[in-house]
């Protein structure tokens, strides 16, 4: 059976970067691998939009996330973490695993936090030093508008705003430096079209001069370590060598593609696929829908995790379903990275014969024919 991957982490993989990372290994105290790193850190400088220099670790983006917490908080500090989903939790539990005081901010799973929840939340606060944001909430398939956000925080000389960008760079516009984004977090494994095994941090000015006073403790994520290397062409420890000769070949991937043309073929996949939700009469998640992944309603009456199942394992497809109180409730068909107009058609193709096998009635097509309708409708000449 041909196998199709459509979920949000891991994404396929193309060709030419697997043949990259095919070629012999190099060794990564000599010039051609600190060649690689540095073409590799040139563009994602391009990719996050910043001046900094983005490190690279090795890691899962759980790395970067752990890294943006203890290389830049104190002990007693309280931290803002902003709760939607699965990742904003995750931040959470990373400042309490450091023994920082979290003021959650908690969000109706599928929504957008509002700014000013933000901005009382620092009034209300005192000796908050951190705000923790998603950008993409991968679980519940929302955006979460960062701008006005960092706009509150930028106005407090000793807050910093920590995000998790992982399913947002490379997706869609996510600023660093125009926004005033103090540490922005990505994975391999998302928009880059790598296997996961890699974790980028940037950090801002401001975040540096946060480290300054921060104690919290660290070995492999010191930050600062890891800069003084990165800056000369090499890394603190041994890296993911192969990984990051795929990365340079994926950014050049990106580049040649444009940042014009990467966010507009993103937004052009995520149109139709909610498009072909309301084809089916189903309803997405989200009231801020996020171009990277749609989280689309089972009917009722439907189990969201058969739905996983028999299109994985009679279709070939494999999706995701959703967690904790929305499992079996929904499904996300994922559009982040290396996929096209077919896959989506293949992704959506395939829910129609898994709802019809599973004996919910649709009328076949309907689907495929909305999201058709809308590549039709946004496709440059």
Known sequence: MKEYLLTA??????????????????????????????????GLKWLIQTKQLPLVLAGSGTVGMDAAVCNFLHTGDKAIVIRGGKFGERWGKICQAYGIE???????????????????????NPGVRAVYATASETSTA??????PIAKIVKAKDDVILCVDAITAVGVYDVPMDKWGLDVVCVGSQKALMLPPGLAIVAVSDKAWKANERSNLPRFYLDLVRERKSQEKGETAFTPAVSLVVGLRESLRMLKEETLEGVFHRHERLAKATRAATGGLGLELLSSSPVNSVTGIRVPNGIDGSAVVKQMRTRYGITIAGGQDHLKGKIVRIAHIGYFSEFDIITAISGLEMTLSDLGYGIR?????????????ETRRA
């Not at 060709?15 to 540095?38: D, I, N």
């Open 102 to 124: 979290c003021v959650f901010i908690d969000v109706e799973w599928g929504k957008s936090v509002e700014p000013k929840a933000v901005a009382e939340a620092l009034e209300k």
């Open 9 to 42: 982490g891991p994404t396929p993989v193309p060709e030419r970067v697997l043949l990259a990372m095919a070629r012999p290994m190099l060794y990564h105290r000599a010039p051609a691998f600190t060649e690689c790193l540095k073409e590799a850190q040139d």
């Open 142 to 147: 929302t955006k979460h508008d960062l701008e």
């Open 364 to 376: 076949p097509g309907s689907g495929v024919a909305a999201a058709q309708a809308t590549f039709a």
